[in-house]
């Protein structure tokens, strides 16, 4: 049997030709890029507060201008960024590491009692609304971003049991799955040698998109005052913030939309990309 | 008269050429069979004549149907010849029809589009079409759905949809590969019968050189996109003047050497004592009792030391979950298997990690057979995990490449990916991973059927070999009886879950008893010159 060798371009080249992923590229690495300068250096002190300032619009001293309390917009989007993608990238991580191994566990029982508990569970946090449960955690342990990590990591954690699940059933299926099982490897080993390997891909591209609605859903807590606490800065409450003055100052409002906006959009972007660039069905119809 | 006339054809997809200069015709009322291995450009050659090719395909040449230039026909014209004139059909059944559509629906939805009949008009064609297939009103109304039907009936539903509007030119894709070998005669047949009836035209693609020589009137031989041989079929068969086609001709009829078996009766290596299987059949209400089916009753049989046994049957007889539960992939619901005299599994009851190690399996498949992110020395060494002495690296780097080369592969290979490798390479991989722990009894199923005819028989050459130097016993799962006959010393025939008929192969093949039995063997396409030359006389 002759074997087409279908040629594939280097990765490289893909990588430059896809528009979108380079786009969702760049978006990131400068709010990724804030969020890690800011760690060693930003314009002004986000907390100083200075009346004198108050309300400026953006000009050479202050790139974005100032807010009510005459703090430093720029300087309280840097330090904004770290908290939202702190809070999004645990949730994340938090979603992966229980849902994973949850997912893959149903896949290995299928059709069992447990499959069945593993999975009506997940619908259970899937059917009640999210900020409820932040709400409730908050009326518990008090509002902060640690509570706003917990409530947005529980949500992750069905999307990832879900995706691996379904992914693990298909492979169950594989021939070199069955070929494992005959040299008497456990259903566990199976799943971490063979079976997550193959499903990384998915993995990867759905925890892109989960980090974007992960800081969409920071804000949304942040907004209604359920996130980081003061002085701490925060995109939503930045929002909030900037709702009894938007007719005087837009700008306030402008800043911190426009940069969620931006973040959201160019995480799902490279999202997009990624998936594009790891799945070689599409790959081969695009090249 | 000549139907179809293709002159020169050179086509290329992406600027990698596939045919070259492919020249042919078919006259009115006769079967013309094209066979070539996989890559060949068998049916590209089909889709070219319908132009139903992939996007950045570019050809030359002349294809004139029934004196119309095919080039020179809009996509408009072209979509009323399609299904009217020329139509075709597929290999795979299972996929080929639509699942929410009814039967009576689908035949009757391509006579409405070419002839602006009524609905009641198309569905009494659709009717008297599924007659002819011997579909019957009784048993198969319009009204039922393609998932309640078997292989063989839904490629009789294909067949009507392609007849319905009385084609001149059939062209049938592999037609049969999906099915066993008594729906697959039951196929032919009707085929036969139709081109006869109607004066038909049939394009007969197929990798079987024997239903090659049981239908066609004229033969095309074809290799790496080019034409080797063509002439009538007696003609082809009697001269075999190209040295590819005495070279596949001489693989479909290939026995492997091997040694008779002398067999010890004392040491049974595999020992199948009463196992039934059950599978769960879907509940029908939430709180309906649980219904079984039982796809394996009460089989017995044993397996010596070097000996090989085919085991046959139809699709659906349940020899797979046999296999899946003498490996233990399956639990048994009865009974006992016994490796080399221990309790491997018995029901409810799986065996020890160590025990694995005295059985392994090759599958169908060489490409679903591996993980693709793992390189070749990890996919063959993971049956040392069933051993149970621990090795170090450098002795499973030795075993791992003395296996690669006890299969006709390099030592250097276990760096590769899988994905380098062609399906014959593959399957001879999948042989290195089972042999590397040195098992008493290897699970073939059907490990030879996804290959091309050359490349099968040197797989079988290897396996024989093999078998003779370890003093392996296979257990040879295949619903090609030709194959198991030249590889097996014994063979179980098995009917609904049931051993009907076991004996040595040779006298099951040639004086079988049970009727099951006889059908499957009758049923089995013969490669055979005197016949053809029969043939040819009478006609």
């Known amino acids: 049997m002759s074997e087409q060798t279908v040629s594939q371009p280097s990765t490289m080249k893909l990588v430059l030709r896809s528009n979108g992923f380079i786009i969702g590229a760049f978006l990131t690495a400068i709010f990724v890029l804030a969020a890690l300068i800011s760690f060693i250096w930003t314009p002004y002190d986000a907390a100083q507060i200075s009346i004198v300032n108050k309300l400026k619009t953006p000009s050479m001293a202050h790139w974005l201008g100032t807010d009510h309390f005459g703090r430093d917009m720029l300087s309280m989007i840097m330090v904004g960024a770290r908290v939202s993608m702190a809070v999004a990238f645990v949730a994340v991580g938090v979603g992966i590491f229980v849902g994973v191994p949850l997912g893959l566990y149903a896949a290995s029982k299928r059709g069992g009692l447990i499959d069945e508990i593993i999975m009506r569970g997940n619908d259970l946090i899937f059917a009640f609304p999210s900020l409820l449960l932040a709400i409730m955690i908050t009326a518990v342990f008090g509002p902060g971003a640690v509570n706003a990590i917990i409530a947005i990591g529980i949500f992750n954690i069905p999307v990832f049991a879900r995706l691996s699940r379904g992914a693990a059933l298909s492979l169950w299926q594989r021939e070199y799955i069955l070929a494992a099982q005959v040299c008497g490897k456990s259903k566990a080993r199976i799943s971490f040698e063979h079976i997550l390997p193959n499903i990384a891909n998915l993995l990867i591209v759905q925890g892109t998109i989960q980090f974007s609605l992960g800081i969409l859903a920071e804000a949304g807590l942040a907004y209604v005052g359920l996130g980081a606490q003061p002085p701490l800065p925060s995109w939503g409450r930045m929002l909030n913030d900037a709702q009894t003055l938007i007719s005087i100052a837009p700008h306030l409002a402008l800043v911190p939309g426009l940069t969620i906006v931006l973040t959201v959009l160019g995480l799902n972007l490279m999202g997009d990309g990624l998936r594009d660039l790891l799945d070689p069905k599409l790959r081969r119809v695009k090249s | ?539």
């Open chain 2, 1 to 539: 008269m000549t139907l179809l006339k293709v002159h020169n054809l050179d086509l290329s997809i992406a600027q990698n050429p596939i045919l070259k200069d492919i020249s042919f015709e078919i006259e009115a009322g006769r079967i013309l069979g094209v066979v070539g291995e996989s890559g060949s450009g068998k049916s590209i050659t089909a889709l070219s004549i319908l132009q139903l090719l992939p996007n950045g395909t570019t050809w030359s040449g002349q294809i004139v149907f029934d004196g119309q230039d095919i080039q020179s026909l809009s996509e408009h014209e072209l979509c009323g010849l399609r299904g009217n004139d020329i139509s075709m059909i597929f290999q795979e059944p299972m996929t080929a029809l639509n699942p929410v559509k009814t039967i009576g629906d689908q035949v009757s939805e391509s006579i409405r589009i070419h002839t602006g009949k009524s609905r009641a008009e198309a569905d009494q064609l659709a009717r008297e079409t599924l007659n002819r297939v011997e579909l019957p009103e009784s048993e198969f109304p319009l009204s039922r759905y393609p998932h309640d039907l078997s292989g063989g009936q839904r490629q009789r539903v294909m067949i009507a949809m392609a007849i319905a509007l009385q084609p001149k030119l059939l062209i049938a894709d592999e037609p049969t590969t999906a099915l066993d070998v008594t729906t697959q005669a039951e196929i032919l047949d009707l085929l036969q019968k139709l081109v006869k009836e109607d004066d038909l035209s049939l394009m007969l693609i197929t990798h079987d050189l024997a239903v090659v020589a049981q239908m066609a009137d004229d033969v095309l031989v074809m290799k790496d996109g080019e034409i080797v041989e063509q002439g009538s079929s007696f003609d082809v068969f009697t001269n075999m003047e190209h040295p590819y086609t005495r070279q596949l001709f001489s693989a479909s009829n290939h026995v492997p050497q091997r040694e008779a078996n002398q067999k010890n009766a004392n040491d049974v290596v595999l020992s199948v004592e009463h196992v039934s299987c059950d599978y769960k059949l879907p509940k029908e209400r939430l709180f309906s009792k649980q219904q079984y089916f039982r796809a394996v009753k009460d089989v017995s049989f044993k397996i010596h030391r070097g000996e090989n046994i085919g085991l046959v049957g139809g699709s659906g007889c349940g020899k797979s979950t046999l296999s899946r539960a003498i490996l233990a992939l399956k639990s048994l619901d009865e009974g006992n298997v016994l490796i080399n005299g221990e309790t491997f599994s018995s029901k409810g009851k799986g065996p020890e990690i160590s025990q694995r190690a005295a059985t392994q399996i090759v599958f169908q498949d060489p490409y679903s057979s591996f993980n693709p992110r793992h390189k070749v020395g990890r996919l063959i060494s993971e049956p040392f995990y069933a051993k149970s002495e621990e090795l170090n690296e450098d002795q499973i780097d030795t075993a791992v490449k003395e296996a690669l080369v006890s299969v006709g592969l390099n030592a250097a290979d276990s760096d590769k990916y899988i994905h380098e490798f062609s399906g014959g390479q593959r399957q001879r991989i999948a042989i290195a991973r089972a042999l590397i722990v040195k098992p008493s009894l290897i699970v073939l199923d059907e490990a030879v059927s996804a290959l091309d005819v050359s490349i099968r028989a040197q797989v079988l050459d290897l396996l024989a070999e093999l078998s003779d130097r370890f003093d392996l016993s296979y257990l040879f799962i295949s619903h090609d009886l030709s194959v198991v006959r030249s590889i097996t010393d014994r063979v179980l025939v098995m009917e609904r879950g049931r051993i009907v008929e076991t004996g040595p192969t040779q006298d099951v093949f040639e004086n079988p008893q049970h009727a099951y039995t006889k059908s499957l063997i009758k049923a089995i396409p013969k490669l055979d010159i005197d016949e053809i030359r029969a043939k040819e006389k009478i006609t």
